[in-house]
């Protein structure tokens, strides 16, 4: 077929409102109560076909923790050894796909996942991950539509960038894929993140291994349901929940790894990072490393901040979904000036939120995800209740009777190296560092050095030359820096997500710069009139 097709422009996925009586909010309170009635088995998927075995794991409901939605297979070195030899046998039949058919396969499946599966795919990631209404709806449905849209632009101008040629040479560059298999490995905490990791190398025209987080295995099922259904070939994507420590060496040491797409925690990536060094000289290829890790992300208030903006964004970038974000806002210094006005502010807010069972829409928060990070959460409060170098200006209890819930918590600290202030908790606690205004550079270059992370930021002033110092002087403390807005909400097409330092390779997620790193290009030159003697002009005379 002779033709160069334009795919279509992409526009984020409008996010719907579920307000009362809405069609929106009838269809997914029907979902809720269907996924709730039943008990589902998940298998592994590979190469296609459904694999079960006898060890199995439950997938619990965090805010209701002894409702079983259903018994996911665990992988073992046997399924690992399949799910590979799967999606090295898949790799030619999906190369010979014309890349316009690939991408036709996700812009499909963004548009099930906007309609039919939306209602589904919301309710899973509500449930499973317990994240309210409008949580799940911005992540698991919006971002996953807006991830598999702009990607298929972004091969498009990808592939339509050449060198130069003249007329005696036509020079080209043809993308391949990589040279072997991609792993995904994702996190719990955003359905469309775990989609995403697999789903971009595949676009591209990689074969993948995907190893989704225990605590989200229910979701991830259904959008392996949803591509699946969408005509996405046999061992393309090869879903492989299991342990990492059982199978992920299994992965990481194979000859034909080409590339690593992960999200999780730095501890984990690291450990990745050093397996693949350690077997470098085993490789077929070097393999592409690309990870998001974690984040120590902060909020940085000027004298001139308005009082109300700062306010709503401590409380959404904190306490939304529980603080389990890598960019939720966790640490925020206030200048002297405004504290009293902006402590009595947030105090009275923060004591608005409601927090407990999702499926009620009017709460603001849910449960954490599970028992670990409930005692590791619990564990920071207390110490800070013990400490004398901190106090508890609100929040501070919790209760895993029926769900792992922690109150949202603010914590006021003297001391700008208190352990919350420097140690990533991914949990709903705010610490809050009041600096003397005369002493506004000093604290900056404070803040800039106190994590070892680089991920989201945000500073709050309205006054145009304070702004332009405070952005120059964290200029790398975050990949992606907010100026008057909460650090959290990165868009697809708007904002690339992704940090530096500690907090990964800062590949961003959502354009085209992620996109490239699953490619491998061949520069070709083809010659009209090549030369037919080896010798050179000014060989003619000594």
Aim: hydrophobic share 40%; charged share 20%; aromatic share 10%.
């Amino acid at each position: 077929m002779n033709a160069i097709f334009d795919s279509p422009k992409p526009i984020n996925e409008p996010v719907l409102s579920y307000r009362k009586n809405s069609e929106e909010k009838k269809a997914l309170k029907e979902e809720l109560k269907n996924l709730i009635s039943q008990t589902i088995k998940i298998p592994l998927i590979i190469g296609g076909e459904e694999v079960y075995t006898e060890k199995q794991m439950k997938c619990i409901v965090p805010h209701d923790k002894n409702h079983v939605l259903g018994y996911c297979s665990v992988a073992g070195e046997k399924e690992a050894d399949l799910a590979i030899k799967a999606a090295i046998s898949a790799k030619n039949e999906w190369n010979s796909l014309s890349w316009n058919d690939r991408q036709s396969i996700f812009l499909k499946a963004a548009s099930l996942l906007s309609t039919k599966y939306r209602a589904v795919v919301n309710a899973a990631t509500m449930l499973a991950q317990s994240k309210t209404v409008y949580q799940a709806e911005i992540d698991a449905v919006c971002e996953l539509c807006d991830f598999l849209r702009f990607n298929v632009k972004y091969l498009d101008q990808i592939y339509a960038s050449q060198p130069l040629s003249d007329e005696y040479t036509w020079n080209k560059s043809i993308y391949r894929a990589l040279e072997g298999f991609v792993l995904a490995v994702s996190p719990f905490n955003f359905t469309s993140i775990a989609a995403n990791l697999p789903a971009a190398p595949a676009m591209a025209g990689n074969t993948v291994i995907w190893k989704p987080a225990s605590a989200s295995v229910y979701s991830s099922y259904y959008i392996m349901k949803l591509l699946i259904e969408a005509g996405l070939p046999p061992g393309v994507i090869n879903f492989v929940p299991g342990k990492g420590s059982e199978i992920g060496k299994r992965f990481l040491t194979c000859p034909n790894l080409a590339g690593v797409h992960f999200t999780g925690s730095t501890k984990v990536f690291r450990g990745m990072w050093k397996v693949i060094g350690e077997n470098i000289d085993n490789y077929k290829t070097y393999p592409r490393i690309v990870g998001e890790t974690g984040g120590k992300d902060f909020i940085f208030a000027h004298s001139s901040a308005s009082i109300k903006a700062l306010v709503a964004a401590m409380i959404r970038g904190g306490f939304e979904y529980q603080g389990q974000k890598c960019s939720a806002a966790s640490r925020v210094y206030i200048p002297e000036s405004i504290w009293f006005d902006v402590k009595e502010h947030l105090l009275n807010e923060t004591g608005k939120i409601k927090m407990g069972d999702v499926e009620d829409f009017s709460n603001f928060m849910g449960a954490l995800i599970d028992e670990e990070a409930f005692i590791k959460v619990t564990r920071y409060i207390q110490y800070a209740k013990e400490s004398n170098e901190a106090k508890i200006l609100i929040g501070g209890h919790w209760d895993d009777g029926s769900g792992y819930f922690v109150e949202p918590t603010v914590i006021q600290t003297s001391n700008p190296k208190f352990i919350t202030m420097e140690e990533e908790i991914f949990g709903p606690v705010l610490t809050v560092y009041v600096y003397d205004d005369k002493k506004l550079e000093e604290t900056l270059k404070l803040c800039d050095k106190t994590s070892g992370y680089a991920l989201t930021g945000a500073i709050f002033s309205q006054n145009p030359t304070i702004t332009a110092l405070m952005s120059k002087i964290l200029a790398n403390a975050a990949g992606n820096f907010y100026i008057n807005d909460k650090p959290t909400g990165a868009v697809v097409g708007r904002q690339p997500f992704g940090g530096a330092r500690h907090s990964g390779t800062n590949d961003k997620a959502g354009s085209m710069l992620n996109m490239l790193r699953w490619m491998s290009p061949l520069t070709v030159k083809e010659s009209f009139l090549p030369p037919e003697s080896f010798e050179y002009p000014h060989m003619e005379e000594k």
